[in-house]
């Protein structure tokens, strides 16, 4: 109850700080002018932290009970704050704004905070600088988008607060809830379209303290490895995967990383024709995903964590390598030269040697995978012992046959139908050849191998591979396929839903630059209408008239050659253009 209480009042101050700051900001010419690298296009208050920290402070120090090692992370993280507010109002260089975030790491590792990641307390000293300076650098690299950088933030302190609880740390759990509280107050104003910013003194003082808030749980309460090394990761993964993914383009394309740009992995999802706000939900939706995976290897222990974490990181992986093709800067506008992301954007449809790594890690999860599966997800001593030998054994028995299978001669971009029956015959091979191989290693010894994990390994190892083989593929129907509500350009329709239409109509979703909007189709074959194709409903075309008035087209791309030119006239006559898809081979 006096949880609740504190989030809420922390929210209600959150709303009131930020309305009077606002307002001041606004009266004293605090405000953000839109500029080119900016995504925001009108002159916004800022300052929106100082009443994130203010709602925060005053319900934490009056209200909540202090946990007994919070005084240090409150009182680094008010000396970040200060940085911020300075780096605000007059601008300090960003190694002066490092320097500052070190000392601030150094008090607070001096004061006995620290991830417990080796046995080494040197080390992790130094594990624990290098989080506390990326994390609070990371979410200041985050907030490039309305609400983004606030809402991800609130979304780490809920999960930090339950992590808290499921460790019996009450009094722990009172720093993020009351810091996510005093978001939620000042997030009401920062969503799309928004009237107020947080401000350099707002994302680093919420990284700051974000990250400090990982180190004040106890983790052997847990009882759990996979705590200790995943839950502070994944609460956070967000921020991290955003700002590697923007510090290793820029710096390998030789762009100021501190200077601000439109090439964030937000921005890159509006390029493929989301709305912000599309954009911010789905970031939103992958943070809640990431919190979820680390609530869940709590229970699930360490075992099963080793299958989980990576094969999320992997698909986390993929995304960033979707998000880099997309155009964000005019042609010419990047320097010339490939950087390590092109790279290996490039070697995953081009060239083979990214392939094969890629799938020694597939088989090594599903081999693993079907180990944990059949033994209900707690290996035996003589299975773990049996995994080990073999796993020698079954990666260069199955990378050999999917190789002779034809499996590395496709393009991930493009794979179809005729790839995946591809897929599927190789990696039966494989899994077959493997499994022989192990059953005649271990024919005379009475306690070998269980035969249920070499068939579950071939199940595994065949959705492994389809899905990475189909990743793009499947990329672009989540996330393009997920902004086409909001996509804009001039409403048409495509006359024909057969395979002409169906060619048209991949080829205009997957293409914003035909600036089309397409609603749907329409065909003379009354069986297909109210069928999908695409994603985009068919009509029958008795009712082009009525699609015409109500969605006001202008425009008919005709996909068959075979309509009859007195049927084309009547279209004309409804006052629309006509257009014909046409492929030619000279």
Known sequence: MRLGLSVALAAVLGVVFTLLVRFFARRLGFVAPPREDRWHTTSTASLGGVAIFAAFSLVYLTVAPTAPKAPALLWMGALVFVGGLVDDVVRIKPYAKLVLQLVAAGGLAASGLRLPWTHSDPVNDLITLFWLVAITNALNLLDNMDGLAGGIAAIGCLFLTINFILNGQQTEAFLPAVLGGAILGFLIFNVNPASIFMGDCGSMFLGFLLAGSALLSEYDRSRSLAAILFT??????????????????????????????RDHTSHRLVALGMSEQQAVLRFYAL????????????WLGMAI???LVPSFGLGVLFLGLYLEGVRVYAPGDVPAGGTVIRILADLTYKRRIFEVLLDVILV??????????????????????????????????????????????????????????TIGKSVLVAAAASGIVILAL?????????RGVL???AILLLLFIGVSRLAF???????????????????????????GGELLAREILNNAGYGYAPIGFIDDDVRKAGKMLHGLPIYASKRLEELIRTYGIHEVVVSSQKVPESQLSDIRNLGVRLRRMRITIE
């Open 364 to 421: 090594v999860l599903a081999y693993y995978g079907a180990y944990l599966l059949r033994w209900d997800g707690t290996l035996p001593g003589e299975q773990l012992a049996i995994f080990g030998r073999t796993l020698v054994l079954v990666i260069p028995i199955q990378i050999a046959c999917l190789l002779l299978g034809g499996l590395y001669r496709g393009l991930w971009r493009y794979a179809g139908v005729d790839d995946a029956v």
């Open 442 to 450: 271990y024919h005379t010894t009475p306690h070998g191998p269980s």
């Open 232 to 261: 502070p990761v994944l609460i956070l993964l967000i921020p991290i995967f955003d700002t590697s993914f923007v510090t290793i383009t820029r710096k390998l394309s030789r762009r100021p990383i501190a200077v601000g740009g």
């Open 473 to 499: 593929r499947l990329l672009r129907v989540l996330v393009v396929g997920g902004a086409r509500g909001g996509a804009t350009g001039q409403p048409m329709l495509i006359y024909g839903a057969g395979d």
């Open 287 to 298: 943070a809640l995903l990431s919190g979820v995976l680390a609530l869940a290897v709590r």
């Open 305 to 307: 964590g080793l299958l």
């Open 455 to 457: 068939v579950l390994d």
